[in-house]
C-alpha cells in the first residue's frame, strides 16, 4: 500500500505542532517549578513563624526573668545599704561607748589616786574589735 506523499504545508504544520506541544509541556514543567519552590518557601514561612513565636516567648520569659532580678538586686542594694549604715552607727556608739569608759576610768583612778596617794592602773583597751 503506498501512501499519498506528504503535503508540504501539512509537514510544516505537523512540525508547528510539534514544536507547540514542546513549548506547552516546557511551559508545564517550570510552573510545576515553580510551584514547588512557592510551596518550599511557604513551608520555610511557615517554620519561621513558628521560631518567631518561640523566641518571643523566650525573648519575654527573659524579660521577666531580668525585671525579676533586677527587683531582687534593688532589695540587696537597700539591705546593704541600711547593714552598713547601721554598722557605721554601732561603731560610732561604740567608739562613744569606749571614750565614756576611759573618761569614767580616768576620773575615777584620780579620785581614788588622790585618796590612796597611789595611781591605780586600769587596762589599756586593745585594738578594735569588728
Known amino acids: 500500500m503506498n501512501f499519498p506523499s506528504p503535503n508540504p504545508a501539512a509537514t510544516v504544520l505537523q512540525s508547528y505542532n510539534n514544536e507547540m506541544v514542546k513549548c506547552i509541556e516546557d511551559l ?8 514547588r519552590q512557592i510551596e518550599s518557601d511557604q513551608e520555610e514561612k511557615a517554620k519561621l513563624h513558628n521560631d518567631i513565636r518561640i523566641l518571643t516567648n523566650r525573648l519575654a520569659k527573659v524579660n521577666e526573668d531580668i525585671a525579676k532580678k533586677m527587683t531582687s538586686q534593688i532589695e540587696f542594694d537597700q539591705a546593704i545599704c541600711e547593714t552598713q549604715t547601721a554598722y557605721a552607727r554601732v561603731m560610732e556608739t561604740s567608739q562613744t561607748l569606749l571614750q565614756t569608759v576611759h573618761t569614767a576610768g580616768n576620773k ?4 581614788e589616786a588622790a585618796l590612796t596617794g597611789s595611781e591605780l ?5 586593745g585594738p578594735k574589735r569588728n
Open 28 to 35: 508545564c514543567s517550570k510552573r510545576d517549578d515553580l510551584r
Open 108 to 111: 575615777l583612778k584620780a579620785k
Open 121 to 125: 592602773k586600769l587596762p589599756t583597751p
